[in-house]
T-cell receptor
Framework: NAGVTQTPKFRVLKTGQSMTLLCAQD?????MYWYRQDPGMGLRLIHY???????AKGEVPDGYNVSRLKKQNFLLGLESAAPSQTSVYFC????????????????FGPGTRLTVT | KNEVEQSPQNLTAQEGEFITINCSYS?????LHWLQQHPGGGIVSLFM???GKKKHGRLIATINIQEKHSSLHITASHPRDSAVYIC???????????FGTGTRLTIIP
């Protein structure tokens, strides 16, 4: 199993450009999450999904949109990139309630380093 | 005040030393997670616990629910343990985690 994969690994955008980050998991997990990690701050939740076709806002959702059209994929979109969105983005997945005691065990992707100039 | 506070922020120790990293939180929780982020950036889950103590190899995690405090211990530390250790909590009735800012551990040979 590949686990959780993210594409791309690196990207440089100009202010105002748009892009989509792709997260894919092959573990049949129900829950998926998008986080951003900035220096001196803990991981912060952007959006999350508790199942195919569902999404919800996290702690810092402004400027981002997400979609979960297929259970294995969770897309994060930036419609009009801003320098404040320069960050490392991590996707994670969890089994969900069918996982019993491991329902919320988090499996992370390798991260995407995004720079907005 | 952050919901999750870790101490120390940075820790440097000699190989072989016993390491303790602390995590305090301010909300009622369902579970607490300890994660490890390697210098290359990858994040792996070490422990998920809601009571007592868990052990995996040289790593031990404890939690005191009444005191809202958890510790991560590393015995016989090794340079390969150098990483950022992150504490995160899941509050009751929530699918989401709240993360601490991490403890950067450096083990010197």
């Amino acid at each position: 199993n590949a686990g959780v994969t993210q594409t791309p690994k690196f990207r440089v955008l100009k202010t105002g450009q748009s892009m989509t980050l792709l997260c894919a998991q092959d573990m049949n997990h129900e829950y998926m999450y998008w986080y951003r990690q900035d220096p001196g701050m803990g991981l912060r939740l952007i959006h999350y999904s508790v199942g195919e076709g569902t999404t919800a806002k996290g702690e810092v959702p402004d400027g981002y949109n997400v979609s979960r059209l297929k259970k294995q994929n969770f897309l994060l979109g930036l419609e009009s990139a801003a320098p404040s969105q320069t960050s490392v983005y991590f996707c994670a997945s969890s089994p969900g309630l069918s996982g019993g005691a491991l329902a919320y065990e988090q499996y992370f992707g390798p991260g995407t380093r995004l720079t907005v100039t | 005040k952050n919901e999750v506070e870790q101490s120390p922020q940075n820790l440097t120790a000699q190989e072989g030393e016993f390491i303790t990293i602390n995590c305090s939180y301010s909300v009622g929780i369902s579970a607490l997670h300890w994660l490890q982020q390697h210098p290359g950036g990858g994040i792996v889950s070490l422990f998920m616990l809601s009571s007592g103590k868990k052990k995996h190899g040289r790593l031990i995690a404890t939690i005191n629910i009444q005191e809202k405090h958890s510790s991560l211990h590393i015995t016989a530390s090794h340079p390969r343990d150098s990483a950022v250790y992150i504490c995160a909590v899941r509050s009751v009735g929530n699918e989401k985690l709240t993360f601490g800012t991490g403890t950067r551990l450096t083990i010197i040979p």
